[in-house]
């Protein structure tokens, strides 16, 4: 296992590093003392999974606000996701800056986010499923989110999407 940083602070590439032989392959995709030494979150009490039937549906950009922020491992497990995260801590030299990677069942690469980002995926193929680790338990009222395409990121997406949530549409401009 490998743990590479990304240009946002926090924001950590986790990529398995597969033993292969004859039957398949095996990988370790967490370890907490690994994690712990790489300064990520290593307590998870939730556990997610979202299936989308098609390519490009777009979910996001959500995140839980204070006092009860949510940090998240993000792994896709069958097809290809494009994933972000977006910084919303304000006093972080990376504020209101994204990053995006394409996770995949064939790169088996895992983004750990840290609490004060948001985060969305759109799907690059069909049926496509991502599982979550969360480190914090998920609170209805303080779930929250940002437009997929509000200008104060200029996320650049790697194509537009066809399906999302009317609530997910419907987010307002970001205001610091």
Known sequence: MKISPTALPGVMIVSAAPNQDERGLFART????????????T???????????????????????APRPDPKLVRCTRGRIF???????????????????????DNRNTLAIPAGCAHGFLTLEDSCEVFYMMGEVYVPELASGVRWNDPAFGIEWPAEPVTMSEKDMRWADFRA
């Open 30 to 41: 967490y370890d907490a003392a690994a994690f712990a030494a790489a300064g990520l979150q």
């Open 83 to 105: 994933d972000v995260a977006v910084d919303l801590r304000p006093d972080s030299p990376a504020f209101r800056r994204w990053t995006g990677v394409e996770l995949s069942e």
């Open 43 to 65: 307590e998870w009490p939730q556990c997610n999974t979202s299936w989308n039937a098609r390519r490009g549906t777009l979910r996001g950009m959500h995140f839980q606000a």
